[in-house]
């Protein structure tokens, strides 16, 4: 695992969504209290909430998994500045 910005994690969710192959990245605080978990597997895309909401949602849409990651997102980051990424 490797730390990175904010703002790089939200362009590599980005990229993630639009990815056709199998693929999943998870993305923790410092802490590692909380978590945020997509798994892209042929256009299905599972987002695994830990932390403020215990969740595991998957959708079969760009357009809807885009808009829910992103809320996902600002509800367990809503301070961080550093996140650390697993990217398999």
């Known amino acids: ?6 703002n ?3 362009s590599i969710l980005k990229q993630l ?3 056709k ?5 998870s993305l923790m605080t410092n802490k590692k209290d909380r978590s945020l ?3 892209v597997n042929n256009g299905e895309i599972t987002v695994t ?5 215990n969740d595991t949602n998957t959708y079969f849409t760009e357009s809807i998994a885009k808009h829910e990651v992103t809320r996902a ?3 367990e980051f809503p301070r961080s500045h550093q996140l650390y990424i697993s990217h398999r």
């Open 49 to 53: 909430e830990q932390g403020y909401v």
């Open 8 to 10: 790089q994690a939200k």
């Open 1 to 6: 695992m490797r730390q990175i910005p904010i």
């Open 21 to 25: 192959n199998q693929q999943k990245v």
């Open 73 to 75: 997102f600002k509800r």
């Open 17 to 19: 969504l639009k990815a």
């Open 37 to 39: 978990t997509i798994i």
